[in-house]
């Protein structure tokens, strides 16, 4: 079994934390300068996304809703100048681009209204190698919301590359899963100390509805 399968197993028995547990600062995302990243919500991740794929596709629905646009990053492989370290790091076990597993899940599949919506990326980050960035800025985008999985390599990643590109980080406790409780919560507990704003499905309806 590989080091990745091994890994994905281990989600099962992994629960969501609650934003409030290490939320430092309070702010509600501003939907007209905000965008989701729904980050490498695919078959390969299955055993991890499937736990949190209601809430995500709630975050989804409620980003939607507000007329906040929504991107969806799909992980993938090309050939091996594009592995990187990563290549090294997990021995081979990459998602390759062609195959069933680099496919967005159904359920995500289903949500996607263009392929302008869907960035492909090869490395932890939504904004390495992608003209993620130059897009945003040209939409006039100011703060990035983000959920997906794993939370503590490409979403944790991604919203730590964000903040130092200048963007407002607004991360999900509820929609974002990993391979086990303690990763997850230390992302949590990182982005709440330096970089992210956290909420839930909940508190992201009140910030947005004021429900």
Request: charged share 20%.
């Amino acid at each position: 079994m590989s080091l990745r399968s091994q890994i994905q197993q281990e989600m099962a028995t992994s629960k969501c934390s609650s934003y409030q547990k290490y939320e430092i600062r309070k702010r509600n995302p501003n939907p007209k300068s905000s965008v989701l990243l729904v980050i490498d919500m695919q078959n390969h991740f299955s055993s991890i996304a499937k736990p949190i794929l209601d809430n995500t596709l709630a975050t989804v629905q409620l980003c939607r809703r507000a007329s906040i646009p929504v991107f969806f990053t799909r992980h993938c492989h090309k050939s091996p100048a594009d592995y990187g370290m990563l290549g090294e790091w997990w021995n081979g076990d990459l998602v390759y681009d062609g195959t069933a597993d680099a496919e967005l899940l159904p359920e995500i599949k289903g949500l996607v209204a263009g392929a302008d919506e869907v960035i492909e990326k090869n490395t932890y980050s939504a904004f390495g190698n992608t003209r993620l960035q130059e897009r945003l800025v040209g939409m006039g985008v100011e703060e990035v919301i983000v959920c997906g999985v794993m939370t503590n390599l490409c979403c944790e990643t991604t919203a730590r590359d964000a903040f130092l590109r200048g963007f407002r980080v607004f991360f999900s406790t509820d929609a974002t899963a990993t391979s086990d409780l303690e990763l997850h919560e230390a992302t949590l507990k990182n982005l709440a100390y330096g970089f992210a704003y956290l909420f839930d499905c909940e508190r992201l309806e009140a910030g947005l509805f004021g429900a």
